[in-house]
Structures are given as structure tokens and as C-alpha cells.
């Protein structure tokens, strides 16, 4: 098994507080209804919503994909950190065994955040991953970040 990480990072206008509870606290409810046409629902099929707990994420006919589960690892609300792993889903493929994402969002000097994300791909076999095999899911990933971002400013008042 081979192991490959990628790092992004972008800036937004939201204060880490919000998009981390809009983002890991609320996504199984915030996320279906901002991406209807994509998302069909978010489960959660084992745990407590805590560390340990298992979900699954119910993607739409326009989605190439039918479903993923995501174990979560780590929550750290204090820090604004939330660390989960990609165990199962037709988005894994043949090539990949899990991914492990880590998020964090850290204060920044305008009252906004830097949302920093990093991503873990365990391959089966020699298999290496290559960042432009991956750019679609890194794009997806920055694609929900802004549309929460823009729902965020449009209703200062959700999760203030």
C-alpha cells in the first residue's frame, strides 16, 4: 500500500466558528439542502455523531457516484479541527483503499478564516496517484466550501 498526501488552502470571509459548525457539525442536514442535486442525503449509520461514528453520504443520479462512508476520527471543537476517513464507496475505485482528510480552520486577521485541508490517499498495490488524477474531488471539495460560504454570508444570522 502505497500512501500520497496533497495540501490546499484558501482564505474565507467567515469566521472559523461558523463554517466549522456549518461544514462537520451540520453538513448531514446543511449539505442536502444546498446541493439537492447532488447530494440525496447524509446518514449517520453507526455512533453518536462523536469520534468513532460512521456516515454515509447518499449522492444523487446526476452524481457519478452512488454513496461513500466516511469514518470520523477526530473532532476537535475547541480548535475548529475535524480529522475523518473515506472507508467505502464507489469514489474509491480499484486503486485506492481509504482517504483520510484532516480540516482545519484557523482565525484569520479579517474576522474571516484559512480553511486548510489536507488529504491522505492510501493506494492498493504500487499504485501511485498523481495531483491532476485528483483534481476533480479537490475541485468538488472547494465547489461545497464556497457554496456554504456564499449561504453563510447570505444569512448572517445561521450559526452565530
Sequence with gaps: MGLTSFTQEFTCPIAPSRMYKALILESNQ????????????????QGDGGAGSIEQVNFTEASHFKYV?????????????CKYTMIEGDALGDKLESIAYEVKFEAASDGGCICKMISKYNTIGDF??????????KDSAI?????????????PQVYA
Design 69 to 81: 462512508k466516511h469514518r470520523l476520527d477526530e473532532l476537535d471543537k475547541d480548535n475548529f479541527v
Design 128 to 137: 501511485e496517484i498523481k495531483e491532476e488524477e485528483i483534481k476533480a474531488g
Design 143 to 155: 465547489g461545497i466550501y464556497k457554496v456554504v460560504e456564499a449561504y453563510l454570508l447570505e444569512n
Design 30 to 45: 446543511l449539505i442536502p439542502k444546498l446541493l439537492p442535486k447532488f447530494i440525496k442525503s447524509v446518514e449517520l449509520i
